[in-house]
Nanobody, 115 residues
Framework: QVQLVESGGGLVQPGGSLRLSCAAS????????MGWYRQAPGKQRELVAD???????NYADSVKGRFTISRDNAKRTVTLQMNSLKPEETAVYYC?????????WGQGTQVTVSS
């Protein structure tokens, strides 16, 4: 069992930046993939970015060049740096961890992009 706790969400103006962090209750060295998803009101949850235990990253096309995902196994954290944020990216952002057939989710952190 892995508990994931997100932090760093909040209100930011269009074009601004936020850094989201996900802290795991146990080592993430053995977790195959960790990622960030987002879900806007009334919409489907979508993958934003993920990173394997080998450090390989994937990004949604809409965020490439603006967002960066990274992981620190020693600190048991995964970070999503978000730059040049757009209003349409307002959503609840969720941390996800996959190990084998098991998938774990954080409770989510609200990101609101508005002036």
């Amino acid at each position: 069992q892995v508990q994931l706790v997100e932090s760093g969400g909040g209100l930011v103006q269009p074009g601004g930046s936020l850094r989201l962090s996900c802290a795991a209750s146990r080592t993430i060295f053995s977790i195959n993939v960790m990622g960030w998803y987002r879900q806007a009101p009334g919409k489907q949850r979508e993958l934003v970015a993920d990173i394997t235990n080998g450090g390989r990253t994937n990004y949604a096309d809409s965020v490439k060049g603006r967002f960066t995902i990274s992981r620190d196994n020693a600190k048991r954290t995964v970070t999503l740096q978000m730059n040049s944020l757009k209003p349409e990216e307002t959503a609840v952002y969720y941390c996800n961890a996959v190990y084998g057939v098991d998938s774990y989710w954080g409770q989510g952190t609200q990101v609101t992009v508005s002036s």
